[in-house]
C-alpha cells in the first residue's frame, strides 16, 4: 500500500489519508495537507541528491510542462484552422448564391440575395441551434 497516494509536494513525506470528495486534499505522515492533484507521484529527492541528479529531475519536470504546452498551442491553432476553413466555406456559399442568375421565367421561389445575407450573418446556424 506503499505510495497508493503518492508524496506530499511540500517535504516528499507518503500521502497517507485522501479526502473522498472532488477536489478533496491529501494529507502527509509529517501532517502537510494538500489537494489531491498535486500530490507527486514519486517522493521529492533528498537534499542531499548528487547535482547531476536534480538536473535530470529538473528537465523531466520541464519537459512535461513544456510538452503540455506545446500540446495546448496545437489544440488552439487546429481549433482556429477549422474555424478559418469554416468562414471561408460560408464565404464560397454566400458567393455562388449571389452568382445565381433566375431561370428563363425570372423567377425563382427563394429569393437567393436575401438568403446569402442570412448565411452571411450566421442566422442560418441560430436556426440549426433551437
Ligand atoms: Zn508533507
Redesign the pocket.
Known sequence: MTGAYGY?P????LGISRERRLNGNDR?????SYPSMSAVANPLLPVSADLPVLVAEVERLRSINDDYLLEMGRQHALLRDQKRGENAERAAVVAALRRFEPGPMGLSLVDMASVADAIERGDHRRKEEE
Open positions: 506530499c511540500r517535504c516528499g513525506g502527509c505522515e509529517n501532517g502537510h
